[in-house]
């Protein structure tokens, strides 16, 4: 079956950086939609970052741009995102998720458009 493997998360101080990765494995295409969400206990998941891995298209929400960069290795099937200036409100728990290519195209966060989930990954930032 299709599994997402997340990897990476810690501890940092606020300033800090940690790239995290999510290794893919016996996901039926490789024309497909890699998603970053985050998770804080009694709060909505949202969406972090995305990318169309046959087509370069990327996207990032507001609050993380010119922070946090996504990428993908399609030869490892590995997605990556490489998390800069932490902040404390960046603590989370991450998840990776994979989804049809339009869900890159959508313009929109929603997490039902995501199929398949990792278990995911915590990210502490401290003040």
């Known amino acids: 079956q299709v599994q997402l493997v997340e990897s990476g998360g810690g501890s940092v101080q606020a300033g800090g950086s940690l790239r995290l990765s999510c290794a893919v494995s016996n996901y039926p295409s490789r024309n497909n939609c890699m998603g970053w969400f985050r998770q804080t206990p009694g709060k909505q998941r949202e969406g972090v970052a995305n990318t169309h891995t046959a087509g370069g298209k990327t996207n990032y929400a507001d609050s993380v741009k010119g922070r946090f960069t996504i990428s993908h290795d399609n030869a490892k099937q590995t997605v990556y995102l490489i998390m800069n200036s932490l902040k404390p409100e960046d603590t989370a728990m991450y998840y990776c998720?994979?989804?049809?290519?339009?869900?890159?195209?959508?313009?929109?966060?929603?997490?039902?458009?995501?199929?398949?989930w990792g278990q995911g990954t915590q990210v502490t930032v401290s003040s």
């Open positions: 998720a994979a989804a049809g290519r339009s869900a890159c195209y959508s313009g929109r966060w929603f997490s039902s458009d995501y199929h398949y």
